[in-house]
């Protein structure tokens, strides 16, 4: 999906007492190879504290694991991305329910379904999305959810099969929609879109929400901010998602950073 056109903005100054929380950023992909330890300084400088880091496939699990065991403050969660099908083999759930029992991930993810791109098998993501759901209502974890196009459907498999709770990952759905997930036990994910000024619909639903219900996210390497639009994204830049939710909702950076960051706390158990 491409962006809106760039606003550039200077990067919002780190208070010294202000902890943020990525709580989506997929810091273990080759984008961060050569330069994966200058953006981890560059992220705590910055105020990012700690960040949850999704997978995608089975295939990136050990690297994923073993970043997270050597870098203080970051957290894992694995899981089968809905948009990889043609990654995920059919003993994939078995392993996952294996290693969630050797490993202890703060939450199962990246998961959901993406009715967006047609060319995928929409039964098969269905029966994909149920299997995993069963692995975290059985080990009692959150989930990290992908939902496009098809929230209804998503919010209706929730029903059937309840779990702890978890975030919607960039949230783009409608206020009834948020409140419905949020009434599951689940916090909204905003982040780089919520920079850009063209995108009022977004904003709007922001400004509507009850601060408990939100976090904050990066997605990075992708879905970058305005002030960095055509470049890779990074945690570090948080800040400016934060400043952003601050100026639609009218609110203290400051407050917000706590409300934030007390919600991911929550929703995943972070120490």
Known sequence: ?????????????????????????????????????????RARAAGVTRMVLPAVDAAHWNGLLRLCRDQPGLFPALGLHPVFLDRHGAGDVAALERAVERHSPVAIGEIGLDFLL?????????????????????????VILHVRKAHDQVLATLRRIPVAGGTAHAFNGSLQQAHQYLDLG??????????????????RLARALPPQGLVLETDAPDMTVAAHHGERNSPEYLPYCLQALAEVRDEEPEELARQTTENARAVFALP
């Open 118 to 142: 047609r060319e995928l098998d929409r039964a098969r993501q269905q029966q994909l999305f149920e299997a995993q759901l069963e692995v975290a209502r059985n080990a009692g974890l959150p």
């Open 1 to 41: 999906m491409r962006s809106p056109a760039p606003e550039r903005a200077s990067m919002p100054t780190p208070h010294s007492h202000m902890e943020l929380v990525d709580t989506h950023c997929h810091l273990d992909l080759d984008a961060f190879e050569a330069d994966r330890g200058q953006v981890l300084e």
């Open 186 to 203: 689940f916090r909204l994910g905003f982040g780089g879109m919520l920079t850009y000024a063209r995108s009022t619909r977004l904003r």
